[in-house]
C-alpha cells in the first residue's frame, strides 16, 4: 500500500467536487484513468457506494498496491485494477466497451506524462463515456499560454528539465481535445495548491 502525500492532501477536496456534481441514488460505472497508488478510488468508493468504480494503471508497482488498498477496505464496488496505456488506441484498453461509463476521472497525470497520453485520454474517454456522462481531471494548467503562480512556472520548468516531454498542459488545447470528441469543458474548479478541476460533458449527439 504505496502512500503519496499529495493523494492524501487532495482526495477530499476532489471528493467535495464530486458529490455536488454526480449522482448517489442510482447505479453508476466509474473508470480512473491512471490510479496510481490506489488512495483516490479507495476514498471515492467508500463515499459512493453506488458507483462500480474500475481503477486502471499503466505501472506495475502501482497496480499492486491499488491492489492491496482494495484488499485491504475490503470494498465491493471497487473492481480489480486493469492494465491500461492511455496512449494507446480505446480498443486496447482492456474490456472496456463504447458508451460504457457514467464519471471518467483523471488525476494528477497529463503534466507527468507524453502529450500522446492526454491525446489518447480524449479520444478514448469521447468513446468510453455515456452521453451526458462526466470527465473529471485535476492537476495545474497553463490557460492561454501563461502559468502562474511562480510556484507552477517552477514546477513546469523542474518537469521539463526531467522529461522534456512532460510540463503543464494549456486548458485551451485541453478544450480543442474536449470538443474534437465531443465532450464539452463547462466548469473549471479552482482547488487548493494551485490546481483545477476541469469538468467536461460529453454531448449526447457526437
Known amino acids: 500500500m504505496l ?3 499529495a493523494a492524501d492532501r487532495n482526495k477530499e477536496p476532489i471528493l467535495d467536487v464530486l458529490r455536488s456534481r454526480v449522482a448517489s441514488d442510482r447505479p453508476l460505472v466509474a473508470l480512473e484513468i491512471s490510479s496510481g497508488t490506489g488512495q483516490h478510488v479507495v476514498h471515492f468508493a467508500k463515499a459512493f457506494p453506488n458507483i462500480t468504480w474500475q481503477p486502471s494503471e499503466i505501472e506495475s508497482q ?5 491492489e492491496a488498498y482494495r484488499e485491504h477496505h475490503k470494498l465491493q464496488n ?13 480498443e486496447n484498453w482492456t474490456g472496456l466497451q463504447p458508451e460504457s461509463c ?23 474517454v469521447g468513446k468510453i463515456l455515456k452521453p451526458q456522462g462526466l470527465l473529471l481531471t485535476y492537476g495545474p494548467y497553463a490557460f492561454n499560454g501563461s502559468i502562474t503562480p511562480q510556484s507552477n512556472v517552477d514546477f513546469d520548468h523542474s518537469l521539463r528539465y526531467r522529461n522534456p516531454e512532460w510540463g503543464l498542459r ?9 470538443q474534437e470528441n465531443g465532450l464539452r ?13 476541469l469538468l467536461f460533458h460529453k454531448d449526447s449527439v457526437v
Open 62 to 66: 502501482s497496480i499492486s498496491s491499488i
Open 102 to 124: 457514467d464519471l471518467i476521472v483523471n488525476i494528477n497525470m497529463m503534466h507527468i506524462s507524453p502529450l500522446a497520453c492526454t491525446t489518447g485520454l480524449f479520444n478514448g
Open 170 to 178: 494549456d486548458v485551451s488545447l485541453l478544450k480543442t481535445l474536449g
Open 185 to 197: 469543458l463547462e466548469e473549471i474548479v479552482d482547488m487548493p495548491a494551485n490546481n483545477k478541476c
Open 3 to 5: 502512500n503519496a502525500a
Open 78 to 90: 471497487v473492481k480489480p485494477p486493469m492494465y491500461l496505456d492511455v496512449s494507446q488506441s480505446w
